[in-house]
């Protein structure tokens, strides 16, 4: 009696699951050295791991020059990966690696209290929407998740003028996206980056 052939067996690696949450929040995809950035790691290991989730339809290799890489839309277990990408690893890890690849922010940066970001006044209202179920996501599954203070981006430039303790807040947390406020740039602003 012949068997059923078996079905494709996949092992995705940390790195293939940072990419597809950094995906999750790229409707119009990223290139592979913006995908290497948003998740701090080796351009080299974020290809092994897109090769990968091409090979099994996870993520499309779009026909641009220089090539861009979105998750497949109608990949059947697309919902669960991303699901699973966004509260598998650490919390911190998580929001790092939705406001670096959001095109929703602007500005993002973190210190002892968790994170600091501006969104832009002409963000799509889709990339919006997928910030707020990504963040809602990792803070409902982590009770440990940091906060994340949002702001718009002509508020945040005010708010840095007038409230001396978000301008003190802003100069001591390290830049993870962007560029501070100028009002946040103090003598050490701007020049510290982080890997989460």
């Given at each position: 009696?012949?068997?059923?052939?078996?079905?494709?067996?996949l092992t995705?690696?940390?790195?293939?699951?940072?990419?597809?949450l950094a995906l999750s929040q790229a409707s119009d995809g990223l290139r592979l050295a913006d995908i290497a950035h948003v998740i701090s790691s080796p351009i080299s290991s974020a290809q092994t791991a897109l090769r990968i989730l091409v090979?099994?339809?996870?993520?499309?290799?779009?026909?641009?020059?220089?090539?861009r890489y979105r998750l497949a839309p109608a990949h059947p277990a697309r919902a669960e990966l991303v699901s699973l990408a966004t509260?598998?690893?650490?919390?911190?890890?998580?929001?790092?690696i939705v406001l670096r690849a959001?095109?929703?922010?602007?500005?993002?940066?973190?210190?002892?209290?968790?994170?600091?970001?501006?969104?832009?006044?002409d963000a799509p209202l889709d990339a919006i929407d997928l910030l707020d179920r990504q963040l809602g996501m990792i803070s409902s599954a982590r009770s440990d998740a940091p906060d994340v203070f949002r702001i718009p981006e002509d508020e945040f430039?005010?708010?840095i003028r007038v409230a001396v303790g978000l301008?003190?807040?802003?100069r001591r947390a390290v830049t993870i996206k962007g560029q501070?406020?100028?009002?946040?740039?103090?003598?050490?602003?701007?020049?510290?980056?982080?890997?989460i």
């Open positions: 009696m012949a068997h059923p052939p078996a079905g494709r067996r995705l690696s940390p790195i293939g699951f940072d990419i597809v090979a099994n339809d996870i993520v499309q290799r779009l026909a641009k020059d220089p090539p509260v598998l690893p650490d919390a911190p890890h998580a929001i790092g959001n095109p929703a922010v602007a500005y993002a940066a973190v210190d002892a209290d968790g994170f600091l970001a501006s969104e832009r006044a430039e005010r708010h301008r003190a807040r802003a501070p406020p100028p009002a946040a740039r103090g003598p050490q602003a701007g020049g510290q980056r982080a890997v």
